[in-house]
Nanobody, 116 residues
Framework: QVQLVESGGGLVQPGGSLTLSCVVS?????????MGWYRQAPGKERELVAS???????TYADSVKDRFTISRDTTQNTVYLLMNNLKPEDTGVYYC?????????WGQGTQVTVSA
């Protein structure tokens, strides 16, 4: 069974930080899989926030560069998104995404709200 379970969302004030976690089931977690985080704000399309590239590098949306960091722990089958200096425009539902062997998997999403 394939599972992606996200956690770590919540309400935070502007300038604050959150760390999102995504536990990925063993059968699809791989160094060679593409793993990333997307978000969807109300009334907007889902967009890529950060991801690992096929070459093992990292790529970020321009709006989050120098504020967000994607990382992974292969011993825990977990992908993280550290978010610093959060802004109201970062509000949305954040989704973990894994692409492996031609299949695409999504988590259920975790809500992040940045508001004073």
């Amino acid at each position: 069974q394939v599972q992606l379970v996200e956690s770590g969302g919540g309400l935070v004030q502007p300038g604050g930080s959150l760390t999102l976690s995504c536990v990925v089931s063993q059968n699809i977690f791989s160094r060679h899989a593409l793993m990333g985080w997307y978000r969807q704000a109300p009334g907007k399309e889902r967009e890529l926030v950060a991801s690992f590239t096929s070459g093992g590098g990292r790529t970020y949306a321009d709006s989050v560069k120098d504020r967000f960091t994607i990382s992974r722990d292969t011993t825990q089958n977990t992908v993280y998104l550290l978010m610093n200096n959060l802004k109201p425009e970062d509000t949305g539902v954040y989704y973990c995404n894994v692409q492996n062997r031609g299949s695409v998997y999504w988590g259920q999403g975790t809500q992040v709200t940045v508001s004073a």
